[in-house]
């Protein structure tokens, strides 16, 4: 099946960094990539809709202008948390939408982030 | 009310013992289905996708009932492998199949010995 990498698998930061996150699909493109992030014990949610070329659509209650999108090429999404803090804590996990042949969302591995 | 909704167990289950999930979506518009398995701390894989006249594959078997709004999944000859969480996916649709994917907080299996 097609391959999506995240790029950090995992970081700590201090409170009051930013922090980027990488999103690759690296065997197809993808117009269309997702952010979703888990909380212990929760579902994923859906953050963000990134869109090759164009703005992100953001889910209802996320900031827009905390959790930075950029979907620059057709295997690249980046998703930036600014000032991060405690509570931004969690599991990011992209995804990408293979349109050229399969309807399936692929997903990374997940980068787990952790603010001191 | 929740738009995906599973029990979270845990499910108990000895192996070679066959068990059954079901999971029920608020939205009635949904467009597609799947079940997704997700290990401790790993990312969601796709199990498979849930059709309406009902899919198997191997040992897994999917049902829809879209009067009902709910998705069953059965597993049969469990093993110890499919110890991890099942989360039962929903596609809202509605924007060309554009849109993101609507989670349920998944149901914890354990096969034990």
């Known amino acids: 099946g097609a391959v999506v990498s995240q790029h950090p698998s995992w970081v700590i930061c201090k409170s009051g960094t930013s922090v980027k996150i990488e999103c690759r699909s690296l065997?197809?493109?993808?117009?269309?990539m997702f952010w979703y992030r888990q909380f212990p014990k929760q579902s994923l949610m859906l953050m963000a809709t990134s869109n090759e070329g164009s703005k992100a659509t953001y889910e209802q209650g996320v900031e827009k202008d905390k959790f930075l999108i950029n979907h620059a090429s057709l295997t690249l999404s980046t998703l930036t948390v600014t000032s991060a803090h405690p509570e931004d804590s969690s599991f990011y996990i992209c995804?990408?939408?293979?349109?050229?042949?399969?309807?399936?969302?692929?997903f990374g591995p997940g980068t787990r982030l952790t603010v001191l | 009310r929740k738009e995906v909704e599973q029990d979270p167990g845990p499910f108990n289950v000895p192996e070679g013992a066959t068990v059954a999930f079901n999971c029920t979506y608020s939205?009635?518009?949904?467009?597609?289905f799947f079940w997704y398995r997700q290990d401790c701390r790993k990312e969601p894989k796709l199990l498979m996708s849930?059709?309406?006249s009902g899919n198997e594959d191997g040992r897994f078997t999917a049902q829809l009932n879209r009067a009902s709004q709910y998705i069953s999944l059965l597993i049969r000859d469990s093993k110890l492998s499919d110890s991890a969480t099942y989360l039962c996916v929903v596609n809202p649709g509605g924007r060309g199949g554009a849109d993101g994917l609507t989670f349920g907080k998944g149901t914890h299996l354990i096969i034990q010995p």
């Open positions: 849930v059709y309406s």
């Open positions: 065997d197809f493109q993808a117009t269309t």
């Open positions: 995804s990408a939408r293979d349109f050229g042949s399969t309807d399936t969302q692929y």
């Open positions: 939205n009635s518009a949904s467009q597609s």
